[in-house]
């Protein structure tokens, strides 16, 4: 991690909460990374590890009034997104903080054009502009993402498209303000692979083209390796572990970071080999061990990871990880 | 009594599409066009694509959840795609299913106790007791308490619902298990006990796999033979080594370079094929791939390749449908170098 890389976005010590019946669930339980300007910052963790909420705690799209966020800074070019007045949020988030979502047939709104969809984020963001302007606008938009013949797109509805495509549209609309930085959440999941590689590649030149910097949250190891420069390791609403991408593959130090990556099957490995696994599964939020979450799985287990949560310390330069056997 | 537990002989299904105010047949989805291969006993064939190529389609005619257009399924020798309803029941307590979503295939109203139960009393099989018992031996097979079975589907996880699935395939003690993408809605450090299971269950029982995934590091990992599809078609079968290191078919080649490795050091020179996958309503005439294959010639355009031995792997069996299926390696090389 160079030091003269600016910071753009810079979390602290968040906590989300979401009210439930049996009380108040935190979701996300003390997180902290920060982004630095024109690189990309990979989230991966398993379901229900806290990375989509972390996301939306950034954009504040948390339900209301269940998602609660109780502690902690989003800091966006020194301002606090989570104290800021709704008028100074509006222009900040979908201008300079974009987001584009795992499924883009149900992020797109399937009773209008894409045009008109594309056309509405100009009229909110640019009121000066005319009619014939936007239309131009949303033309060069789709030809940027590599939608063929995008005058005649733009009257087509989102299920007349195939899912790539829609996923295409997502970024385009995401990118109409050239925003600072872009959150994905899982983009690539519900797609093919061939697809997916086209994707990845897409938002690659994008970041070259625009400078702009990535959030990029995937349970996939493989697709954190491709395209991020640095990773966080998410388990049950915590950071387990936070390097560079060639350290963290290098030299993985959470047992948790380890399983993980033990346990994906690669093209080379032995076939019918049995794959290393990580026993059990994520506890529930309401049945959290009190320790170290991870506690109930790990194979390096000690007593003090039953009582206490380990802190998060720097081991080695730039390399975070949250676990005793380093403490 | 031939080598193999099924054989598949140009299997076709294909689906009417209506349309206008008679409802009246105007097209047709050609699901599954034309495919065959064979899987001996104790061995798992792998069969991989992208979403539409047809393979659920394909795993399901077999099983005749469908009945196909066209072609034949020997099981043992018996063709499956003629039987009747009451023959059709006993061969099915021989092949199995276990589906992808764990979360739709249990019925939610049935605690797993009565789910697990199910198929001895559809099949008129031991008195009470003797149910409850093996009730309780498929628990213990599949890693799950005996308590569970007093509990209901949602009490349990995506891993642990998937162990139920597999438990009520293996009830029966089928020969075959038809695996429809069994890990692809499960979290990684889950996929890999599952696949576990999996090897280990084939192992003790003997059984024999047919592997639908469009994962192809999984599928590589689980099975012998692999056949890939795009559009309805077989496009290159192989044993799961030589499709990895010798791939022939450009589909398959793209399909290995696309898949994201997990190494940051290691940037692989992507070939990324352009555009979608056509539609199975009106495929591409020719050779369906040849819309988004970078070496296709106007033969491609014309006439459709057969499946047929690639060129220089006499002795083994590696099929491919491509008419340059013998230049492949030489022109990958070359296309690669211009991309550089």
Do not use: W
């Amino acid at each position: 991690m160079a030091g003269n890389n600016k910071i753009i976005l810079d979390i602290k010590n968040l906590v989300t909460a979401f009210q439930s019946e049996s009380g108040l669930q935190r979701a996300v339980d003390g997180v902290s990374f920060s982004l630095r300007r024109n690189s990309t910052l990979g989230i991966v963790g398993e379901s229900g590890c806290g990375k989509s909420v972390t996301a939306l705690s950034i954009m504040r799209l948390l339900p209301k009034p269940a998602g609660q966020y109780l502690e902690g800074e989003i800091l966006y070019e020194d301002t606090d997104i989570l104290k800021i007045p709704p008028d100074r949020l509006h222009k900040i988030r979908g201008n300079r903080i974009s987001m584009i979502f795992q499924e883009p047939m149900t992020a797109l709104n399937p009773v209008q054009t894409i045009g008109r969809q594309l056309a509405e984020v100009f009229e909110l963001h640019y009121p000066e502009m005319d009619k014939i302007e936007i239309l131009k606008a949303c033309v060069d938009m789709l030809n940027k993402v590599g939608i063929p013949s995008p005058e005649t797109r733009l009257g087509d509805y989102p299920h007349m498209i195939s899912g790539g495509m829609r996923q295409r549209v997502m970024i385009a609309m995401a990118l109409i303000c050239k925003p600072d930085i872009l959150i994905a959440d899982e983009p690539t999941t519900a797609l093919d692979v061939t697809i997916q590689a086209q994707i990845l590649s897409l938002i690659e030149e994008l970041q070259k083209e625009t400078g702009m910097s990535i959030i990029f949250i995937t349970h996939a190891l493989g697709v954190i390796a491709e395209i991020c420069d640095d990773v966080v390791v998410m388990y049950a609403g915590r950071v387990a572990e936070k390097a560079s991408v060639v350290e963290l593959f290098k030299k993985p130090k959470h047992p948790y970071t380890k399983g993980l990556l033990a346990s994906i099957p690669r093209l080379e490995t032995e076939r019918k080999s049995r794959l290393s696994v990580i026993k059990g599964m994520v506890p529930a939020l309401d049945e959290m061990p009190q320790g170290c979450r991870f506690e109930n799985r790990c194979p390096d287990a000690m007593d003090i990871c039953r009582t206490d949560p380990p802190p998060v310390v720097e081991t080695d330069k730039g390399h975070f990880v949250s676990c005793y056997l380093f403490n | 009594m031939s080598d193999y537990i099924l054989e598949v002989n140009n299997l076709k299904m294909h689906f009417p599409v209506r349309g206008g105010i008679f409802r009246r047949q105007t097209g047709k989805v050609h699901a599954v066009d034309g495919i065959s291969f064979s899987v001996r006993p104790g061995k798992t064939v792998g069969l991989v694509g992208e979403s539409g190529c047809g393979k659920t389609t394909a795993g399901r005619t077999i099983l005749r959840l469908y009945k196909p257009t066209e072609g034949e399924v020997l099981f043992d020798g018996k063709d499956l795609s003629q039987l009747g309803k009451r023959p059709l029941q006993s061969i099915r307590r021989q092949m199995q299913m276990i589906f992808q979503d764990p979360f739709e295939s249990l019925n939610s109203r049935h605690t797993i106790g009565y789910i697990l139960e199910e198929p001895f009393i559809i099949h008129r099989i031991g008195t009470p007791e003797e149910r409850k018992k093996e009730v309780k031996r498929l628990l213990d097979t599949v890693g799950l308490p005996e308590s569970a079975g007093d509990r209901f589907p949602h009490e349990f996880s995506g891993g642990q619902r998937q162990r139920i699935g597999i438990a009520r395939a293996i009830a029966l003690n089928p020969r075959m298990i038809i695996c429809d993408e069994p890990v692809s809605a499960l979290d990684v450090s889950i996929q890999s006990q599952i696949l576990n299971l999996l090897l280990d269950l084939q192992e003790e029982l003997g059984l024999t796999y047919l592997f639908i995934a469009h994962d192809l590091a999984v599928v590589k990992h689980i099975s012998d033979f692999i056949a890939v599809m795009y559009l309805g078609k077989i496009v290159e079968y192989t044993d799961a080594d030589s499709l990895y290191h010798n791939p022939q078919h450009p589909y398959t080649h793209a399909l290995l370079s696309a898949i994201p490795v997990p190494d940051p050091t290691i940037k692989t020179k992507k070939q990324i094929l352009t555009g979608d996958v056509p539609s199975p309503i009106n495929p591409p005439e020719g050779c369906r791939f040849h819309t988004r294959c970078p070496i296709a010639i106007d033969r491609c355009r014309s006439d459709e390749p057969e499946l047929s031995a690639a060129p220089g792997t006499e002795g083994d069996v590696h099929l491919v449908a491509c008419h340059r299926a013998g230049e492949m390696a030489l022109l990958m090389e070359k296309k690669i170098k211009d991309i550089l």
